[in-house]
C-alpha cells in the first residue's frame, strides 16, 4: 500500500521558519514528480511547489517564491519543504503529493497528481 506521511507542522510566530517533510512508503518515486499543496480553512486547496524527479528543477507559487524551497531525496524517498519568512496567510494543512507518471514536466494542478498524504496542519500567529 503506498503511502505518504507528512511531518514537521507546528505553531510558529510570523517571521519564523519551519521544515516540512514527506516520506513515501509502498514504492518509490524516484522518478517522478512531487509536490506540496496547501488548504486553508474555507479555501480550495491550492498549488504551493513541486519538483522534478531528480530535483533539477522547480516551480513555486508566487506568494511563496523566494521563501519557500522544495528538495527531495531520492536515497530516502522523501521531499521537504522549507518555509522561511512564513506569514498569518500561510496558515494551512499542508499536503505532500506525487504524481504516477514519469515525465519531465513539473504539474501544477491538483488533479495531476495520484497519490495524497493526510495533511500537517501549519499555523503562524502575527
Known amino acids: 500500500q503506498v503511502q505518504l506521511v507528512e511531518s514537521g507542522g507546528g505553531l510558529v510566530q510570523a517571521g519564523g521558519s519551519l521544515r516540512l517533510s514527506c516520506a513515501a512508503s509502498g514504492r518509490t518515486f524516484s522518478s517522478n514528480p512531487m509536490g506540496w499543496f496547501r488548504q486553508a480553512p474555507g479555501k480550495e486547496r491550492e498549488f504551493v511547489a513541486a519538483?522534478?524527479?531528480?530535483?533539477?528543477?522547480?516551480r513555486y507559487a508566487d506568494s511563496v517564491k523566494g521563501r519557500f524551497t522544495i528538495s527531495r531525496d531520492n536515497a530516502k524517498n522523501t521531499v521537504d519543504l522549507q518555509m522561511n519568512s512564513l506569514k498569518p496567510e500561510d496558515t494551512a494543512v499542508y499536503y505532500c503529493?506525487?504524481?504516477?507518471?514519469?515525465?519531465?514536466?513539473?504539474?501544477?494542478?491538483?488533479?495531476?497528481?495520484?497519490?495524497w498524504g493526510q495533511g500537517t496542519q501549519v499555523t503562524v500567529s502575527s
Open positions: 519538483i522534478n524527479w531528480n530535483g533539477g528543477y522547480t
Open positions: 503529493a506525487a504524481e504516477n507518471r514519469t515525465r519531465a514536466v513539473v504539474p501544477t494542478k491538483l488533479d495531476a497528481y495520484d497519490y
